[in-house]
């Protein structure tokens, strides 16, 4: 018989002393699995209460995704109609895998290492990339919280530091990158990351972001460093307050002037996009990294659920929490990108008024914005070689163009947004409001990212002083303060987590359904629930799901094959296109490498494990 | 009589030169001359005043004024200041004469210079701005940026660090004194309490007792 398998039925919890009175606590009857990692004596740490779980998996899933990417794929699959391929693979993909790995980490109660070599000592291998995986993310993903806070401190001011060009040195006009660009443009790329013209560049640390990436770091592992007992009195915050913000948000962005542009825009649906097959991949890569799958967070808080908690219910919850906060976050975009737009474009028929009223000396009331159109065709016609001298001048106005330029991630959340704020009345308020809100959801992710680490580091008790693992993180994390260092967090952002995580997850769905057994899992969830999964958990674990992660993969394969040679924005005088040069690319080809090499370790299992395992 | 009548003639000629002099010294394109463009509906709104013959005399004059800001040992007059072209956008083209000879222009740097000097109440003569009350070719100094001795993000950074580090030091302190205090109460009651569970601590755990009862239902 194997020791993965074992069915204790729970016993009452042990018998402790009161406290203070001193002496260790009862070791208490825990169900048994294969390999006991942990100190009989030492009970595992548990969250509060069920609540506490749950907020934790909201606050680490909805996360800064929701908000930067979420719109920007609405907005090019079609609007209104892209909900329904996401919807879908919800369903097939998205709910099963996160049902999946909550189920894994609340039987096994460890971390993801431990977890995976209960189930298999031949896959351990898929822990150890979780946590490698969790690790890129750790690195660079503070860097993010560290340009919130530099936002939110900077946001203090009478005028926003984002809102003018500062002056250029003799005082005659703006600093011409600023004047080229836009204001908001130039503090992020200049400002904030002094950023260099190409990823070669090494300059030293931007001190104002050293700051504020210490302070990020001091914050998450305030929040982490007495385990589950600190994250999640924490979480009732970072899991809550960003949907205050959100609703306010609503409001005010309703009531802004020309959001409803925006939102007419949003839910208009463009049904030919469905037929592109980009449409339905983009939908299940989202509902993928949205829920944060693969990384060993999830593993790791429902490690320390109790036994007996109904996750089937709250993987439920908590999935579509997440999906309605992407559509609420999408929602309030939308009606700040009519506002931005209506504005922009009032702004360029302004600028064509004030031309017509210059050159043909017309008295200023006479053409007002709404009849800008009209006079244009009529001074063409009444005096067309005078119109001809200004029509180079002229700039075509247009809302469409202004609404369907899409940003998404960073250029979103510090240009666009900010740029909007700027127009609003008191701005440094709905300034302050937003960057606490982005603040929020990245620390909450963060939290998740960092007890993916920690928690199989504990297990092992390997490294596992907390302390000394943010240490490493952050002063690794340092490299990214650097001028180029935004180029590297591209790098990483892209290539460092997505191709592994659908390989990582992959697998494990695989080996849940086929190596360890469907049957032995439905009586695992049995024993924890009290009734097993019913035909349509069954069917996306041992079908749809591999199926469509097996073609996400494929996909993804093609598409880097043909990609052709990386290339990659750099911000320059004038933004210019570069190739990633020759060690850039080896180094993103290192990321898919160490993968291989954890499964190559965990092969050797095969070798070395003793033949016996009964 | 005669001499009259002649005079008469010579002076209503000089006059008819001088005023077509003048004409020729203000028009489009002078030389030495400016545009000028106000904005007074977009600056003011409702309470926009007209742009009458008054306020152009009120225009003369305060250019006039700053000339002689710029100048102080010439006195300019109103009549210095020639303007012409004017169109209803409220746009107009003006030159500067010296005093004393209608027919010499001030150069167009001193021109330009004396604006400068004396933009600010030009504009608030108007209720306008600098970007209402348009000097073609003059550029608006730029409003001086403005500076703090301490930056003021240094200080709300400074406020959350604090607060973060005070929090981390005291979770330390406490959980230093936490445990400094149960090991004073274990030590104190080693000696008399036989601890019920700890036998546990001191036991050897059992790998081989297998605890599932999946064989032996009951």
Known sequence: TEHHSLHVQEVPGPRRLPEGVGGPEAPPSDPKHGSVLESPDKARAEWGSPMQFVLACVSYAVGLGNVWRFPYLLQMHGGGGFLIPYLIMLFLEGLPLFYLELAIGQKMRLGSIGAWNAISPYLGGVGIASIVTSLYLCLYYNILNAWSFWYLFHSFQSVLPWAVCPLNSNQTGYIEECDTATPTQYFFYRETLNIAPSIEYNGGLHTGQVLCFLLAWAISYLFVVRGVRSTGKVVYFTATFPYLVLFIYLIRGFTLHGAINGILYMVTPKMEELASPQTWINAATQIFFSLGLGFGSLIAFASYNQYNNNFERQAVIVSLINCGTSIFACIVTFSIYGFKATVNYEKCLDKTRLLLLNFFNLAEDTISIDNVLEWIEKLNATYPMEFAQISTKLENCSLERELDTAVEGTGLAFIVYSEAITNMPLSQLWSVLYFIMLLLLGMGSMLGNIMAIITPLQDFKVFSSISLVCLFCMLLGLGFTTPSGNYWITIFNDYGATFSLLFIVLIEVVTVSYIYGIKRFEKDIEDMLGHRPNWYWKLMWMFVSPVLLIALFIFYIINYILGGVPTYQAWNKDTVSYDYSCHVRRISFMFHFVLLFLFISSAKELIFSPIFVC | ?218
């Open chain 2, 1 to 218: 009589m005669i001499m009259h009548r002649e005079m008469l003639g010579r002076i209503s000629l000089l006059l008819c030169l001088s005023a077509a002099l003048a004409q020729d010294l203000c028009k489009q394109d002078a030389e030495h001359g400016y545009k000028v463009r106000l904005s007074i509906k977009t600056a003011l709104g409702k309470e926009a005043y007209n742009w009458t013959e008054n306020e152009m005399f009120l225009f003369q004059s305060t250019l006039a004024f700053a000339m002689r800001n710029h100048h102080r040992e010439h006195k300019f007059e109103v009549s210095n200041i020639i303007v012409c072209e004017e169109t209803p956008r409220v746009s107009f083209w003006f030159v500067v004469t010296a005093p004393g000879s209608n027919s010499t222009l001030v150069q167009r740097g001193d021109v330009e210079n004396a604006i400068r000097k004396s933009r600010s109440r030009i504009n608030s003569v108007f209720l306008l701005s600098d970007e209402t009350l348009e000097f073609i070719g003059i550029h608006p100094t730029l409003a001086a940026p403005v500076t703090y001795d301490s930056p003021p993000w240094l200080i709300a950074f400074g406020v959350v660090m604090g607060l973060i580090v005070a929090g981390i030091i005291a979770l330390f302190v406490s959980s230093a004194v936490q445990k400094k205090r149960k090991k004073q109460s274990y030590e104190e009651t080693e000696d008399n309490m036989w601890i019920e569970n700890g036998s546990a601590r001191d036991g050897v755990r059992n790998m081989a007792f297998v605890e599932e009862d999946k064989f032996t239902p009951m």
